[in-house]
């Protein structure tokens, strides 16, 4: 069982929660994620690790409320406990000898790329940070990112905070005037991860994506999260989730993770009804 310490909102739909789990903590690297199951015979669930503190034995989630299982978690007060928590799992993001680094973010993958940025500042990198989203009331971690940047800069779409407009465009302009970059890490949407990833090749450099296929055991046995990376069917679970964006194949991965919408919408409308019966 794992104690909930802390829990708080970020944004509408997005919230965060610091739970109890010492063991995770203290071999935790930016990147990984862990699954949770809340309750015996519940569905378990990849979330991001946005942040770890060994000392205290904690780790810092970031979710999105949208399926049933993300729904139930929110629901759940500090004290409360999670029955399984596994991790950390997935190999931690492998950065090179880059040294002038972009990290970009989309919606909830700034909680990811948080501890990216984290990790590169530690390592005296200059790294420069993008994040967007639809629009200001969706965003989060802004204050966190500033701090560890030595650049940072803010796009939504309907231009009510920032500037107007994608990522993609401030990563273009960025792109042009600094020829010194060496490498872009892109963590969000999976189409913004595509555009993103389209935009370097025309400029040959480096892109590591964190991708985030349906997953069901999160060890490498069910073989669910597979994705096509260079030709070769690789694992999400086990070989990634950090990829090279210039060998994905986006549009395969877009198929696969449409591939249970219908289901996932049910479960989700049949949780909302509050009935014992129905669950």
Do not use: W
């Not at 109890?20 to 015979?41: C, I």
């Amino acid at each position: 069982m794992f104690k909930i310490l802390k829990k708080r909102d970020v944004s509408p739909s997005v919230k965060l929660i610091e739970v109890e789990a010492p063991l995770v903590a203290n071999s935790a690297k930016s990147g990984q994620f862990v699954v949770l199951r809340l309750k015996e015979g519940g569905e378990r669930i990849p979330l991001t690790i946005a942040d770890k503190n060994k000392a205290a034995g904690t780790l810092t989630i970031v979710f999105q409320v949208v399926g049933k299982t993300t729904q139930e978690l929110a629901t759940y007060k500090e004290g409360d406990f999670i029955k399984d928590l596994l991790g950390p799992l997935g190999k931690a993001t492998d950065f090179g000898s880059a040294k002038n680094i972009v990290c970009v973010a989309g919606g909830v993958g700034i909680a990811e790329i948080y501890p990216e940025v984290k990790e590169l500042h530690e390592d005296k990198k200059k790294v420069t940070t993008i994040i967007g989203a639809r629009n200001k009331s969706l965003l989060f971690f802004e204050d966190e990112l500033k701090t560890v940047s030595s650049a940072f800069y803010v796009t939504t779409d309907d231009g009510s905070y920032g500037r107007k407009g994608f990522v993609s465009e401030v990563l273009k302009e960025l792109l042009e005037k600094d020829k010194s970059i060496d490498l872009v890490v892109a963590v969000g949407p999976v189409i913004m991860m595509k555009v993103v990833s389209d935009l370097t090749k025309n400029y040959g450099v480096r892109t590591i994506v964190s991708l985030n296929p349906i997953m069901l055991d999160a060890t490498g046995m069910c073989g669910a999260c597979r994705v096509t990376v260079g030709g070769k069917t690789l694992f999400g679970c086990v070989d990634g989730p950090s990829f090279d964006g210039h060998q994905v194949d986006f549009g395969e991965l877009m198929k696969r993770l449409n591939q249970f919408k219908d289901e996932e919408k049910n479960s989700a409308e049949i949780y909302k009804l509050k009935c014992p019966e129905c669950r």
